[in-house]
């Protein structure tokens, strides 16, 4: 089976700085589309960034030019670096990770446990 670990999420000022990562690991095939979710109190849950095995991304306009997703194929983890951070970027943000299964060449597409971002003085 594929799991996923995010990790990196805290407690952060106004204009600060965090990197989130998620990494999959187990019977991993091939990986394709990895990105991130984020849920705020009271709404729902949103796409924040994604990239495709290519290397295109896609951002929510709210992040664009702050956020930067990234990938790392040989370690089969996505990370997402936030900057330039706002108290509505405060949130649940989970990970996504789409790929084949090696045990029976079977899709999967998982999510993340989460992990609480919050921005505030």
């Known amino acids: 089976q594929v799991q996923l670990v995010e990790s990196g999420g805290g407690l952060v000022q106004p204009g600060g700085s965090l990197t989130l990562s998620c990494a999959a690991s187990?019977?991993?095939?091939?990986?394709?589309?990895m990105g991130w979710y984020r849920r705020a109190p009271e709404k729902q849950r949103e796409l924040v960034a994604d990239t495709t095995s290519g290397g295109s991304t896609n951002y929510a306009d709210s992040v664009k030019g702050r956020f930067t997703i990234s990938r790392d194929n040989a370690k089969n983890t996505v990370y997402l670096r936030m900057n330039s951070l706002k108290p509505e970027d405060t949130a649940i943000y989970y990970c996504t990770v789409a790929g084949v299964d090696s045990r029976n060449y079977s899709p999967f597409n998982l999510w993340g446990q989460g992990t609480q971002v919050t921005v505030s003085s």
């Open positions: 187990g019977s991993i095939r091939r990986i394709y589309n």
